[in-house]
């Protein structure tokens, strides 16, 4: 799998439709991971074929299916939709709001297995257990029916009190790109499967790991408010924006990496090939295939790899942005100068760096997830694709053991 800095940065683009105007739109809806690609790494690929059998298994151990509701909603040809639990695509409509002004797009579980069929769309597969999740229809900038997405990170919102999560596809005739994700937060544990010209899964945390993770994020000082009870953890960028997070805490590490390469180079290659920089004045400057330049990035840009580690859809600067902003969540910018690096037993070793990202990646049998947006450099990322799929699994695993 080529990892994010190597691919074309417009994918990250793919959900952005997803949200639409919707008040509460997650960051991986406008800054998508490469599950949502529109095609496939490398070029031409076998065409997939209609629709792929999604199977929905509840192995979570502490809720029975009549309290786990499923919904899975995005977006088709620029069009908001769900699915029913027949199978099929039905768009948005503000009428779908009931008495209480939500909508109520739950699909039922089935028996030890729940059996859907899933046709060409990119969106998410939401679990809520306990109680229903609110998706509230609303009108969009353009008239057009749109979706307000679950916020678990804001307090206000009414899905906030509710145990939820999602996966993320993307399925079309490219074939499935699809992912979890801990971009947002972390709050369900589940995994997925692909099959079709390989077999592949990922996602499965280790026995007691959800439990693990929260309590090291618990155990990062600084980290510690994100943990809501037994609910969720917040991702720190959200947590930032809450105030639950110091808008500071990387700033010792971003000046730290400016003073270092004010007098040393940093190389960062990408598959446009090899990028020699350093700090001049004020900005971070690489020369190479093209030249590109950095300002120092905030906290808030490290955390959400946006503002100054933003990264176009031109080939360059997209990349380099990429690889800078994995190396500053995985603190290895100061002890590798030749970037991105590959073993994971260098990422997360210092007290100040990403420890929300490193708890989510120890927490799972692969040593992939989505810690935040940039987290498939060097694939570390929870996502699989295949060009011709034959059917995907998501499972509730274990809450517990």
């Known amino acids: 799998m080529t990892s994010r800095h190597q691919r074309p940065l417009g994918r990250r683009r793919l959900l952005f439709a997803l949200g639409g105007a919707a008040v509460a739109v997650p960051v991986a809806a406008t800054v998508a991971p490469y599950a949502l690609a529109g095609t496939p790494a490398g070029g031409d690929a ?7 059998p999604l199977t929905i298994v509840n192995g979570s151990g502490s809720f029975d299916n009549a309290n786990v509701h499923l919904y899975i909603v995005g977006n088709q040809d620029g069009k908001q939709v769900r699915l029913t639990p ?34 060409y769309m990119s969106g998410r597969i939401y679990v809520a257990l306990g109680e229903k999740l609110k998706f509230k229809a609303v009108a969009d900038g353009n008239g057009n029916a749109a979706l307000q997405y679950p916020a678990g990170w804001v307090e206000s919102d009414p899905n906030y009190p509710v145990l939820h999560d999602c996966a993320e596809f993307t399925y079309n005739a490219a074939g499935m790109f699809c992912n979890t994700t801990m971009v947002d937060m972390f709050s369900v544990p589940m995994s997925i499967r692909l099959t079709g010209a390989k077999d592949q899964s990922t996602g499965r945390l280790k026995a007691g790991g959800r439990a693990a993770a929260f309590a090291a994020v618990r155990g990062a000082e600084a980290f510690a408010r994100l943990v809501v009870d037994d609910t969720r953890i917040i991702a720190p960028g959200h947590g930032l924006d809450a105030g639950l997070f110091s808008k500071d805490y990387f700033a010792p590490y971003v000046d730290e990496v400016w003073s270092t390469y004010t007098g ?22 690489f020369d190479g295939p093209a030249q590109v330049s950095f300002g120092k990035p ?46 994971p037993a260098t ?28 987290d498939d450099v060097a694939d570390f990322a929870s996502y699989i694709q295949d060009t011709a799929p034959t059917g995907i699994t998501l499972t509730l695993t274990p809450f517990e053991g």
């Open 46 to 52: 076998a065409a997939a074929a209609g629709s792929l």
């Open 264 to 285: 040393r180079d940093l190389t960062v290659t990408t598959n446009a090939g090899k990028f020699t920089g350093r700090v001049r004045g004020d900005r971070f400057t």
């Open 298 to 343: 905030s906290t808030r840009d490290v955390l959400f790899c946006d503002g100054n580690l933003a990264a176009p859809n031109d080939g360059t600067t997209g990349p380099v942005a990429a690889v800078l902003g994995a190396g500053f969540n995985r603190s290895t910018l100061l002890s590798h100068p030749e970037q991105p690096t590959t073993d």
């Open 86 to 119: 027949e199978g099929t695509l039905a768009p948005i409509a503000l009428s779908d709001n009931g008495s209480d002004g939500f909508t109520d797009y739950a699909i039922s579980l089935s028996g030890g297995e729940t059996r859907l069929s899933l046709p």
């Open 347 to 374: 990422f997360y070793g210092t007290d100040l760096t990403n420890h929300y990202a490193g708890a989510m990646h120890k927490a799972t049998e692969d040593g992939k997830a989505y810690g935040f947006a940039f």
